[in-house]
């Protein structure tokens, strides 16, 4: 039993290490495919820009008590990946564990801005890890733990997706934005 246990840890390790490498290099396909837990479609009327600026969004998103800074980076024209920052000191806040990354599409074909929150690879190997041990141990505190534990992550989710709707909308607002000309452009 013990075996198994440490295989699961050693899983959890390796899972994390990886995902980790994945996001600070800001890999394509792990911001583009996933289990997606959240998606919002926001409607704009025009869009009026050709490049989105990330330090607007970066500049809104920043660290909260409850909450740690976004990090923005286009992967192509229109599609934005985002994340927590990876590394981030801040004193008098807590710092918190992200359930999901992002991925900011900008759909000008369907005139939409869409954001998916996709689930973190730690998390998704963490719930069967959990249960084995729930199932291990074969007592009621136990599934008071994993209960209480599911209870947490529901309200981090909560927040979160509170938080990607308002990516959504901000990227909206500055999809639908007048656009200024640049000094010694012709519009």
Do not use: C
């Not at 198994?4 to 990886?18: D, K, S």
């Not at 500049?59 to 286009?74: D, H, I, M, Q």
């Not at 759909?107 to 963490?126: M, P």
């Amino acid at each position: 039993m013990t075996d198994i246990i440490w295989v699961a840890f050693g899983a959890l390790f390796l899972v994390g290490i990886l995902e980790l490498i994945l996001s600070a290099t800001w890999n394509r396909a792990y911001f583009t495919i996933g289990l997606p837990i959240f998606i919002r479609r926001v409607p704009v009327t025009v869009f009026s820009f050709a490049l989105l600026d990330t330090e607007v969004l970066e500049s809104e998103f920043s660290s909260t008590f409850f909450s740690n800074s976004l990090a923005f980076k286009e992967l192509d024209d229109g599609i934005y990946a985002f994340r927590s920052r990876l590394f981030e000191i801040s004193w008098f806040r807590r710092q918190s564990a992200s359930l999901m990354h992002g991925l900011l599409i900008l759909d000008q074909t369907r005139q939409e801005v869409i954001v998916k929150g996709y689930a973190n690879w730690l998390i998704i190997v963490l719930l069967p890890f959990i249960i084995l041990l729930g199932a291990m141990q074969n007592s009621l505190s136990w599934w008071g733990v994993l209960l209480s534990g599911v209870a947490i992550a529901g309200i981090g989710y909560a927040f979160e997706s509170n938080r990607y709707g308002k990516v959504a909308e901000k990227a909206a607002m500055l999809a639908d934005a007048p656009r200024r000309p640049v000094q010694g452009e012709f519009v």
